[in-house]
């Protein structure tokens, strides 16, 4: 964390953290939107390639906006180091170009975003990298998964969309004394509500996409560690191979970062909401949502986050045709597979998120055709539970029928 900023307390590093003022004096962020940086001399140049001179070259490499975006969001983790990504797929596979090689295993969760997994089991088998998937919190199935091979542990907690959580602390032991990294991708709960790095994760993996922007508007990663070696390496092939966030993006997700806090807070609000009104409701057979006193993981989440966050799942009564009929009688949420705005959407993961995996992986993740997820937005929560409750009442209806 950049030292002037340290002694400062969350909310005021989400605001300050990063930013350096030109001599222009701006007292909002400058956005340099430049590909390449101009050298003083020509021994400057030479200076800057040969790394002998600190500065700014190409923006493939480093430019000013993006490095801001990577100051704030590495002291909301509590961090030192970050590297903004392309998007959040980039981020996973600069991490994986950066510390696997042929022969080495991934231990990874099985509710991965439906790409992560395609990522792991299409895009890296050729490579010779293999993955294992066990259950997000079965802390014997990881153990038991382990290889001398095993070079990483990767997870989302909570686990999306069935909202299961893991004990990052007994992973980070079962990585201990072994050549292997706890990696979690923080992308549901960000920062403002879990900070993976203080409970034992080695390295940090987000989709800025998500609630770091806030407002669905831009596509991208980012990588953090307390590891000036693992950053290293990201920064290296990064730079190599180009995977980088443009400079309008990082503008957008720093600023989103000022209210972050403030957005997260109001999610979980309009979550926990919209959870108890669901298990009230006779259409529906489950909630998932960790902030209820009856989900499994509910200890565990009050224990490593501050909040529950706004993923909100859920079966209805019947399968997929009723799952739709839910989707198509909503007039307010938007029917999309994102996720992180402030605007409430709905997906059906089975034909959509986690379209892509097999049929035996969805069944491993628990992701049956009658599931539904919202992701809950900051619209009124009157008006969302009224929007819901349509296509609730009608399968209702039908089931009478
Ligand atoms: C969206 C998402 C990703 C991928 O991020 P992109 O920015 O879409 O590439 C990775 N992990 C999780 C949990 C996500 O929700």
Redesign the pocket.
């Known amino acids: 964390m950049t030292t002037e900023f340290s002694h400062f307390s969350w909310s005021t590093l989400a605001i300050r953290a990063g930013q350096q003022r030109t001599e222009e004096g701006e007292h909002s962020d400058p956005l340099f939107a430049t590909s390449s940086f101009v050298f003083k001399s020509a021994a400057s140049a030479a200076a800057r390639f040969a790394e002998e001179e600190v500065g700014n070259v190409y923006s493939r490499f480093t430019n000013p906006t993006v490095r801001a975006f990577e100051q704030r969001l590495a002291a909301l983790e509590g961090a030192d180091y970050c590297v903004a990504t392309a998007?959040?797929?980039?981020a996973?596979l600069t991490l994986s170009l950066a510390l696997l090689k042929n022969g080495d295993h991934i231990i990874a969760s099985a509710g991965l975003?439906g790409?992560?997994v395609s990522l792991f089991t299409k895009v890296l088998s050729p490579f010779g990298v293999e993955v294992t998937f066990v259950p997000l919190s079965d802390l014997d199935a990881w153990r038991n998964a382990l290889k001398t091979s095993t070079r990483l542990l990767f997870l989302?907690t909570p686990s999306?969309p069935l909202s299961e959580v893991a004990d990052l602390e007994a992973l980070a032991a079962i990585t201990k004394n072994r050549d292997c990294l706890l990696v979690v991708?923080n992308?549901?709960c960000t920062p403002a509500l879990q900070q993976p790095l203080a409970l034992g994760a080695d390295i940090v993996?987000h989709?800025?996409?998500?609630y770091l922007d806030g407002q669905g508007r831009c596509?991208?990663?980012a990588l953090i560690t307390r590891d000036k070696t693992l950053y290293d390496k990201f920064f290296n092939v990064l730079r190599t191979a180009g995977p980088t966030m443009s400079p309008f993006n990082a503008w957008v997700f720093h600023k989103g970062m000022e209210t972050l806090a403030l957005r997260m807070r109001a999610h979980s609000e309009n979550a926990i909401k919209l959870a108890q009104w669901l298990q009230t409701h006779s259409a529906i057979q489950e909630v998932y949502y960790p902030g209820l006193d009856s989900s499994p993981g509910h200890l565990l989440a009050r224990k490593q986050q501050t909040g529950f966050g706004a993923i909100v799942s859920f079966t209805v009564a019947g399968g997929r045709q009723s799952a739709w009929q839910v989707i198509d009688s909503t007039q307010l949420i938007s029917i999309t597979a994102n996720?992180g705005d402030v605007k409430t959407t709905i997906t059906h993961p089975a034909s959509t998120t986690h379209s892509r995996i097999t049929p035996e992986q969805r069944a491993l993740a628990g992701i049956g055709e009658n599931l539904l997820r919202v992701a809950v937005g900051l619209e009124d929560i009157d008006d969302i539970i009224n929007d819901l409750g349509q296509g609730l009442d009608q399968l209702v209806v039908s089931e009478r029928a």
């Open positions: 998007s959040g797929m980039a996973i975003f790409s992560t989302e999306n991708d992308c549901y993996v989709s800025a996409t998500k596509i991208g990663g996720l």
